[in-house]
């Protein structure tokens, strides 16, 4: 993982943690400000962490296209598939956010809302978590299909320059 990405998931993941722990510990509906605060600032955070991650593999779909003009195109095929498996990932992420803060503070009083809230906090939190490791996969398999495809690219010469004739 790259150290960009690394610091955003980071910060992201200590956001979410500290969201689910103040809604575990101060589970009352009069208290939305601090907590949505933090929940908004994680849901930036992890977008951030996505849209980053999502940008990275365009920019090596665009590589691997360029190094990979063979008939078969077995790299681009590859990386086609890697990008058309991640790219839900960022906008399926905000869906259980949304959720989650509907829920948490959609009105409501009681321990059955309380426990509403939490569940719905802790689920945003167990989806992003999961949706950074599934994009750092992707990026590091987008990664992998572009260093193979720069090796190939090296190995073989272009089919359109003359080899040196030995003397």
Known sequence: MHRIELGLAAIAGVLLVATAVAAVLAPDPSLPGPLSLIGLAATLACLVVHLEGGLRMILAD??????????????????????????????????????????????????????ARVGAISAAVGYHLAALAVSAASVAGQRALLGAAEAESRADPPPDVPLPEAS
């Open 62 to 115: 665009g590589r691997i296209r360029r190094l990979d003009p063979s008939p078969s195109g077995r790299f681009r095929a590859r990386s086609a598939r890697n990008l058309r498996r991640s790219a839900p990932i960022p906008v399926a992420g905000l869906l259980p956010v949304a959720l989650a803060w509907v829920v948490a503070w959609g009105g409501g009083s009681g321990a059955g809302w309380e426990i």
